[in-house]
């Protein structure tokens, strides 16, 4: 639901200056609470931490409906700090459950349906401006809109509540999804401090800078500076539904028994820098043509022809097809990254450390992209330096793919004691 009111670009505002200044102060305090959520959900366990960080969302939302009758940003941006600590918990939470609990010959499939029901709430939270604004003739959200996203996340943050803990889930083979170990406070520090003498995950740094850093410019130099309010909506539908489409078709590549795991992480790295240059390329085509959306000082863009609507097709297409290829290179760009992650180890509580760390180093590079567009850098721009970054990024993932091991570690350690243990049992008896 947050990824649909974002899509609309600034929150749904006609000043973008509050909403990208609010998700500024999220992602200052996501990454610091990125990199500590994963200490801090091994220490509180899964189902309180997403229930508190949920509500954060809702908090967030609702702001924007006192900013609509105020005009202060104040308390929407100090709901946007708020909402980072919320959510790096939340998504250490959801990381570890995520490439943890599955078999190592389903972890893509486990992450393609996380990816599924995550991004149907940006398919709900994209219908719901589409048809409550579908005859507004401003372009900010109404109230309504921000009420129903109120209501929905309150309701997921309850569902929260409803996880399993982590020791009492099994796997359908028997197994256990979790080792026990004892964690305190001092343990989860030095974990956490170890993270940056890691080389796997230095390896990672770029792909973590840049995993989310496009969002910023594709929500609001694209969305909504070429589109009117409910075709917003209406290619936010799209945005969300090709993820929900990639990530599932992704999964049958990265859990393909036919090939390595390294074969695998190859092709689907040459798959993601294919795409995306050529996304990139054809965004440059269309960013060549205007340099600003509606300001608000009342200038309209400077798009040809105005604002497009979905109706006006000939206009439309195009860009609406664009649109939603972001939305197909965004699902495999993360969902190959968390897959990488998940290959490392089947240790639940150093992913859920290192997906931290992932969500962590991710939101540094947003907090950069949502102040580059809030300090009004040229639009050009801002698509040269997220092409640039997609470069750097893909050479530490074509190096990582290629050393994967088709198991982990922590996997034949595993066996080796279950062995072990079977040999002792037989001298016993």
């Not at 230095?202 to 995993?211: I, N, Q, R, T, V």
């Not at 390294?262 to 440059?284: D, E, H, Y």
């Not at 969902?335 to 290959?343: D, K, T, V």
Request: aromatic share 14%; proline share 3%.
């Amino acid at each position: 639901m947050f990824n649909a009111l974002n899509g609309m670009g600034g929150g749904g505002q006609v000043d973008r200056t509050t909403g990208n200044n609010a998700n500024t102060a999220l992602y200052c305090t996501f990454v610091v609470f990125g990199i500590l959520g994963g200490a801090i959900v091994n220490l509180c366990g899964v189902r309180w931490t997403i229930f508190g960080s949920g509500l954060t969302y809702a908090l967030y939302s609702a702001s924007y409906i006192y900013l609509n009758h105020t005009g202060n940003g104040a308390f929407t941006i100090a709901a946007g700090g708020l909402l980072g600590v919320g959510a790096g918990i939340l998504w250490a939470a959801q990381g570890m459950i995520m490439v943890s609990y599955p078999r190592e010959d389903e972890k893509a499939h486990y992450i393609a349906v996380f990816w599924i029901v995550f991004n149907l709430g940006g398919v709900v939270g994209g219908i719901l401006p589409f048809a409550i604004n579908y005859h507004s003739s401003t372009d900010s959200l109404s109230d309504g809109v921000y009420v129903a996203f109120v209501i929905l996340e309150c309701l997921g943050a309850a569902m929260g509540l409803a996880l399993a803990p982590p020791a009492k889930v099994t796997r359908d083979d028997g197994s256990s999804v979790v080792l026990v170990k004892y964690t305190n406070v001092g343990k989860e520090a030095v974990e956490i401090l170890r993270l940056f003498m890691n080389p796997m995950m230095l390896a990672l740094l770029p792909m973590c800078f840049a995993s989310n850093f496009f969002y910023s410019y594709q929500y609001g130099p694209v969305n909504a500076s070429i589109f009117n309010i409910r075709t917003r909506g209406f290619n936010n539908i799209f945005y969300w539904g090709a993820q929900m489409a990639s990530a599932y078709a992704l999964s049958f590549l990265l859990d393909n028994p036919r090939m390595t795991r390294k074969t695998r992480g190859l092709i689907a790295v040459a798959i993601v820098a294919v795409f995306f240059n050529a996304i990139w390329g054809g965004t440059l085509k269309l960013q060549l043509k205007y340099t600003h959306g509606p300001l608000p000082s009342g200038e309209p863009t400077d798009y040809p022809g105005g604002l497009i609507d979905f109706l006006d097709s000939k206009r439309a297409a195009g860009p609406i097809v664009l649109y939603t290829l972001y939305g197909v290179g965004d699902a495999l760009y993360q969902n190959l990254a968390y897959w990488i992650i998940g290959s490392l180890t089947n240790d639940n509580q150093k992913l859920s450390r290192y997906a931290g760390f992932y969500k962590g180093i991710q939101s540094l590079g947003a907090t950069v992209a949502w102040q580059l567009d809030a300090k009004n850098v040229s639009y050009l721009n801002q698509l040269i330096g997220n092409w640039v970054l997609l470069g750097i990024s893909l050479f530490p993932m074509f190096y990582m793919a290629a050393t994967l091991k088709d198991h982990s570690d922590d996997t034949e350690d595993a066996k080796k004691e279950h062995l072990t243990e079977d040999d002792d049992t037989v001298k016993q008896v």
